[in-house]
């Protein structure tokens, strides 16, 4: 008991002061609006901002669960279009079926991680390989138009050949008339390509639409490839070559689809074999 006497004894002066230091500002707030005021919006600033972080962190979880979402209903209704398919007119009558066509194509979504635009040969990594059932040679398109097709393949990426490379050939066709051709890159401007081997008879409008051709096993046909910017012809040639600007932005494309031909073993079978048994 003395020594807590002996304490508050010495520490007298310093406890009537934090006490009279207490006073005033309680009399202090109680009589003035503005800085209690002041306190309270600075308090409310801080919290909502907290707030707003922890909201905005929520909202973008959910809007990429909404994408992932998104992005799978549209590979499912990229299947279903007729382009997808093979009618079924060779079918025999003991096996009918509800629908008139066969699936042929299905789509599988993934993403870019990582791209190339300014080499002579660019390429796409994506974020899926053979665990998810993808395999070289495949198609790779967008929303808007197409990518490439997959060369190489690791368990859980992919890399893809894009159009974009010199390499890159790919068989579309004019939407208007059907007539196709040879699509390439001359290495220049990765939102401009070259489309060859039109014949000169065909009347060609600037801006007509090109698709992709159908004629191999890596593209379903109309696919949107761009759009007839120039019509180039030589003297003394039957065909011309076209400009063509793509109608997909590669600079900002994020989302993609591979496309899987489920006929694809049987028909390349039938091109090796055209005469003989398969």
């Known amino acids: 008991m003395n ?6 004894r010495r520490n007298l002066y310093i406890l009537v002061f934090l006490l009279l230091e207490a006073i005033a500002l309680v009399l202090f707030f109680n009589n003035n609006q503005q800085p209690s005021s002041s306190l309270y919006e600075f308090g ?7 707030l707003s972080i922890g909201g905005d962190v929520r909202s973008k979880d959910e809007l990429k669960a909404e994408n992932l979402e998104l992005q799978k209903e549209n590979a499912w209704l990229r299947a279903q279009l007729e382009t997808s398919k093979l009618p079924l007119r060779h079918q025999e009558k003991a ?3 509800d629908s008139a066509y066969a699936q042929r194509y299905i789509c599988l979504c993934t993403r870019i991680v990582h791209s190339t635009l300014n080499l002579s040969n660019n390429y796409f990594i994506l974020d899926a390989g053979r665990a998810e059932g993808v395999e070289a040679g495949m198609g790779v398109i967008s929303p808007r138009g197409i990518i490439g097709i997959v060369d190489k393949v690791s368990e859980h990426f992919s890399s893809v050949l894009t159009v974009l490379h010199s390499q890159s050939l790919v ?3 004019l939407a208007s008339s059907g007539f196709s051709g040879s699509l390439s ?6 939102d401009e390509a070259v489309l060859s081997d039109i014949p000169s008879h065909v ?13 191999s096993s890596v593209f379903p046909g109309g696919i949107p490839v761009g759009y007839v910017e120039e019509v180039i012809s030589e003297p003394g040639e039957d065909f011309y070559r076209l400009r063509i600007r793509f109608s997909e932005d590669y600079h900002g494309v994020d989302q993609v689809y591979i496309v899987k031909d489920l006929y694809k073993a049987e028909l390349e079978s ?6 003989g048994e398969i």
């Open 3 to 8: 020594q807590i006497l002996q304490l508050l």
């Open 44 to 50: 409310t600033a801080i919290k909502g901002r907290f």
């Open 95 to 97: 096996f009918r079926t």
């Open 171 to 173: 068989s579309v066709s």
């Open 185 to 190: 890159w001359p290495g220049i401007r990765y």
């Open 203 to 215: 009347r060609i409008r600037i801006g007509e639409k090109v698709v992709t051709s159908g004629l």
């Open 270 to 275: 039938c091109r090796q074999h055209p005469f």
